[in-house]
């Protein structure tokens, strides 16, 4: 039998180096083959995305629709970074999104999908649910807020890192208001403090990342060197510590003098009554009472306590200080009190408490009585 006769024209490698060029060749289709088969690609499959898993590896921030524009905006930088990670396909992406979701954003976009209907709500691209979220989390009204705080916003004291860090999330909010690159350096070092504004000014950075690296290497100097004095909120700290002793000291204050007075008042102590509008409280008890804890000076002639000058009334009958002619007891130059009597017993005029009538007309019912 005649041997069969070989239909394969390609030629052998006959030399060793093209030998070891055919088997690169096979390696390298072996190699595109087993990619395209991992990643689910073919010539007729076209990238099919990634999985929720997939998705949720990447770790995605929650969205609850807190935090005002700000925290939308730091939301939807971090979302765009995971779409990359996972590969996301743009079918995909608003259907993976939607589980991120919670409380009040949750319920806003189930309000959108009620109003558009699922399939349209879920076919939505990333970029229009971005579009859609910014008119309700990002109002007129709260980015007219955020414009007036970045265009007032400066350095306080030494806290480089917490004004870079407000900086940028404003710069991300209000853009427009950066651009040219020229005019976000020139607000970045306007809001410097004082101690270190003019050397990054004298040094005409040429990039934000220049600026901000300058700024931080000054602030540490001149945190070294002394330039920065106390802090804002150190002096804030003081002064409503300051406020809160003046607010306790008057507080206690106003406690003892209502003790002192009730004290008085339980113990019957007879008060002398002050003319003129005297402090009696800040008299002092020389029977061993409380003793005057108020700020008004004590009098050396009426030993009150009260400001000005000393109002104390002068006797018309005696002469004496202290007591008006009503009261005075002194006796007239015939050696009688003609004060008018009165008696303790009934509180008529006129009469002792000795000659009473009412005393007597009871002694005499009582002895009829007993007779």
Not at 153 to 170: A, N, S
Not at 281 to 290: M, Q
């Amino acid at each position: 039998m005649p041997p069969r006769r070989d239909t394969n024209t390609s030629t052998l490698p006959r030399t060793e180096a093209e030998l070891q060029e055919c088997i690169s060749q096979a390696i390298a289709r072996h190699e595109a083959l087993r990619s395209k088969h991992i990643n689910g690609t073919t010539e007729n499959n076209p990238p099919t995305g990634c999985t929720y898993k997939q998705f949720l590896d990447c770790k995605p921030l929650n969205f609850d629709g807190t935090g005002g524009a700000v925290a939308f905006v730091r939301w939807t930088e971090k979302t765009d970074s995971v779409l990359r990670m996972s590969n996301c396909s743009p079918q995909q992406s608003v259907t993976y999104i939607s589980g991120l979701f919670l409380d009040g954003a949750l319920s806003w976009w189930n309000l959108q999908v009620q109003t558009l209907g699922a399939d349209a709500a879920y076919a939505l691209s990333w970029d229009e649910l971005k579009e859609m979220m910014e008119k309700k989390y990002c109002s007129r009204t709260e980015i007219q807020k955020l414009e007036v705080e970045f265009w007032n916003l400066k350095m306080d004291g030494p806290k480089i890192p917490e004004y870079v860090q407000r900086f940028h999330d404003l710069s991300r909010v209000v853009p427009y208001l950066v651009k040219p690159e020229f005019k976000r350096i020139e607000r970045f070092i306007w809001g410097l403090a004082p101690q270190i504004r003019g050397m990054v000014t004298t040094s005409k950075p040429s990039t934000i990342a220049e600026a901000i690296d300058m700024s931080v290497t000054l602030t540490e100097e001149a945190l070294r060197a002394g330039k920065f004095s106390e802090s804002e909120d150190n002096k804030k700290e003081t002064h409503v510590e300051s406020s809160s002793n003046k607010k306790r000291k008057s507080s206690n204050l106003k406690m003892s003098t209502q003790l002192n007075y009730g004290s008085s008042k339980a113990n019957k102590r007879k008060k002398v009554n002050s003319p003129h509008g005297r402090s009696t409280d800040g008299a002092i008890n020389r029977a061993g009472g409380n003793v005057y804890s108020g700020t008004k000076p004590r009098c050396r002639e009426c030993t009150f306590h009260h400001k000005g000058r000393c109002l104390k009334p002068r006797c018309g009958k005696c002469g004496k200080e202290g007591h008006n002619r009503d009261a005075c007891w002194a006796k007239d130059p015939d050696g009688r009190n003609k004060r008018i009597p009165g008696c303790y017993k009934c509180g008529e005029a006129g009469h002792f408490r000795k000659d009473c009538p009412k005393k007597k007309q009871a002694r005499k019912g009582f002895h009829d009585r007993n007779s």
